[in-house]
T-cell receptor, first 118, second 111 residues
């Protein structure tokens, strides 16, 4: 049981290049998320998915696209990388449990991808 | 507009003593709170959580206290151990079930 894995671990891009980050989970979780972590900024939600074939925007979606073609995978794409996208990217997954009339979302994180855009 | 605030960026504590990590929030719609722990080069891992219907939750050496009227929560670690040295993130969620994270606080436990 590998949990949440991310590929690649490190990447350096030139401005304008494109790339895709892959997240995979083997816990049969419905929900998946992409965050970025910048110094002094905490974790900010980029996009998320509540099930196979569905995606939604988070707090900082501009410049990124995502796809969830299979339940276990969540891809984050950068079509034209910019230096402002230099960051550490974390993927997370969860299977929300109910608490009364709503869901509680305890997320499991991958080890992160460190991306540098020059 | 920062809805979850961890105003102290770092904390240093002697091994065996108590560590108290603080977190404030501004959104009154938040009703569930979580603490995550993060070691360098790893992803955050869930530590402990508390619902707004409680004011305390305990798990071994870790206790989280919630003061709803002050919109304040704190994480107590007793006794602190060198292996507790990490970045701790406070997170909150409301009806939309998405987590809002604070900036994190770096805890250093001195042997």
């Amino acid at each position: 049981n590998a949990g949440v894995t991310q590929t690649p671990k490190f990447r350096v891009l030139k401005t304008g290049q494109s790339m895709t980050l892959l997240c995979a989970q083997d816990m049969n979780h419905e929900y998946m998320y992409w965050y970025r972590q910048d110094p002094g900024m905490g974790l900010r939600l980029i996009h998320y998915s509540v099930g196979e074939g569905t995606t939604a925007k988070g707090e900082v979606p501009d410049g990124y696209n995502v796809s969830r073609l299979k339940k276990q995978n969540f891809l984050l794409g950068l079509e034209s990388a910019a230096p402002s996208q230099t960051s550490v990217y974390f993927c997370a997954s969860s299977y929300p449990s109910s608490m009364g009339d709503r869901f509680i979302d305890e997320q499991y994180f991958g080890p992160g991808t460190r991306l540098t855009v020059t | 507009d920062q809805q979850v605030k961890q105003n102290s960026p770092s904390l240093s504590v002697q091994e065996g003593r108590i560590s108290i990590l603080n977190c404030d929030y501004t959104n009154s719609m938040f009703d569930y709170f979580l603490w995550y722990k993060k070691y360098p080069a790893e992803g955050p891992t869930f530590l402990i959580s508390i619902s707004s219907i409680k004011d305390k939750n305990e798990d071994g050496r870790f206790t989280v206290f919630l003061n709803k009227s002050a919109k304040h929560l704190s994480l107590h670690i007793v006794p602190s151990q060198p292996g507790d040295s990490a970045v701790y993130f406070c997170a909150a969620t409301g009806a939309n079930s998405k987590l809002t994270f604070g900036k994190g606080i770096t805890l250093s436990v001195r042997p």
